[in-house]
């Protein structure tokens, strides 16, 4: 499938609309981000959420990019990759992380990292064809509004 990749740089009803149908297919415990929200992040310094369109110009997909600074550099973190249910196989996703990693490296990251369920097994072959090394760390989580 012949995708481009962009970058939002506004808040549309189908921007809204895709994330809406997108979401429910990454997570079944998350609601899809509200207009204000995905305003926040469209406008939020170091956050890039990129949009895969097909050749007819409807969005297939998505993933957010966050650039940051730490004291041993610049870093960036991949998270929420998604493809609609009717793309997946076709290099939508390969594509989307591909224009991430460039971003990335124009940020002048370091390194990008990102997790992903064993379970996932296509995203997995992915990103160890794109290069991605499994670290040997783990990782955590800590649920705040749980307290």
């Known amino acids: 499938m012949p995708v481009t990749i962009e970058e939002a740089s506004a808040v549309s009803d189908e921007l809204v609309d895709a994330f809406a149908r997108l979401v429910p297919q990454l997570s ?38 966050v650039t940051f600074r730490i004291p041993t550099g610049m870093r960036a973190w991949i998270e929420d990759v998604v493809v609609d249910e009717a793309g997946r196989g076709q290099g939508v996703g390969e594509a989307l992380n591909r224009f991430a990693l460039d971003v990335a490296r124009t940020d002048g990251c370091r390194t990008v990292d990102l997790t992903s369920r064993p379970s996932r097994e296509a995203a997995n072959r992915l990103y160890r064809r794109l290069g991605f090394e499994a670290r040997d760390t783990n990782v955590y989580r800590f649920h705040l509004e749980a307290q």
Do not use: K, Q, Y
């Not at 992040?41 to 949009?51: E, I, N």
């Open 28 to 65: 079944r415990s998350s609601a899809p981000p509200s207009r204000e929200e995905l305003a926040e992040m469209v406008g939020a310094p170091g956050t890039h959420v990129l949009l895969a369109r097909d050749a007819g110009g409807a969005i297939v997909g998505s993933l957010t990019l």
